[in-house]
T-cell receptor, first 113, second 113 residues
Framework: GAGVSQTPSNKVTEKGKYVELRCDPI?????LYWYRQSLGQGPEFLIY????????DSGLPNDRFFAVRPEGSVSTLKIQRTERGDSAVYLC???????????FGEGSWLTVV | KQEVTQIPAALSVPEGENLVLNCSFT??????LQWFRQDPGKGLTSLLL?????REQTSGRLNASLDKSSGRSTLYIAASQPGDSATYLC????????????FGKGTKLSVKP
């Protein structure tokens, strides 16, 4: 597609469950980013991939969060043992290179009940 | 650690007015600074990217300037229109990781017809 695609767009899950969020970046973009945004706040950095490898994962809040990009294209953000505090919009973005314009997807709205 | 602050938090102007949104950052050793627009319930749209070696960028009615030494950037919107109503976010890296963007909380702009 022409833009960054994220699925699901909305996800409601019970506390303690496992969740996967998927991101399809723009074709040819080597850099991929995950951010999290809470209401009234700017996006908060989680992790950044350059190709298949995580170039910077310093924003992952704890070991319940994990992300992969096995073939250097699609990425999956995985959250184990979800907590109510994980409720937020999870934004994925991509760019041709790390110093290029960043393009965001529409986000995956996660609600943990 | 880089901190990004945006002032004002909210701004309401009549249609046709020129306006300036402000962004300040604490660490001047940045690779670039970007301005984004976010509509309610949507992802972010990149407006302008200013590389660290540049002083300003222009796109249509938008002009963004960057003064690294003072840690400031401004977004100038000329002849504002109701369609410009949105939240405007600025983001910069912290000089250590180009992929780790630090966002401000945004300025919510309302342009009244």
């Amino acid at each position: 597609g022409a833009g960054v695609s994220q699925t699901p767009s909305n996800k409601v899950t019970e506390k303690g469950k496992y969740v996967e969020l998927r991101c399809d970046p723009i074709s040819g973009h080597t850099a991929l980013y995950w951010y999290r945004q809470s209401l009234g706040q700017g996006p908060e950095f989680l992790i950044y991939f350059q190709g298949t490898g995580a170039a910077d994962d310093s924003g992952l809040p704890n070991d319940r969060f994990f992300a992969v990009r096995p073939e250097g294209s699609v990425s999956t953000l995985k959250i184990q043992r979800t907590e109510r505090g994980d409720s937020a919009v999870y934004l994925c973005a991509s760019s041709r290179t790390a110093d290029d314009t960043i393009y965001f997807g529409e986000g995956s709205w996660l609600t943990v009940v | 650690k880089q901190e990004v602050t945006q002032i004002p938090a909210a701004l309401s102007v009549p249609e046709g007015e020129n306006l300036v949104l402000n962004c300040s950052f604490t660490d001047s050793a940045i690779y670039n600074l970007q301005w984004f627009r976010q509509d309610p319930g949507k992802g972010l749209t990149s407006l302008l990217l200013i590389q660290s070696s540049q002083r300003e960028q222009t796109s249509g009615r938008l002009n963004a300037s960057l003064d690294k030494s003072s840690g400031r950037s401004t977004l100038y919107i000329a002849a504002s229109q109701p369609g410009d109503s949105a939240t405007y976010l600025c983001a910069s890296d912290d000089g250590g990781s180009q992929g780790n963007l630090i966002f401000g909380k945004g300025t919510k702009l309302s342009v009244k017809p």
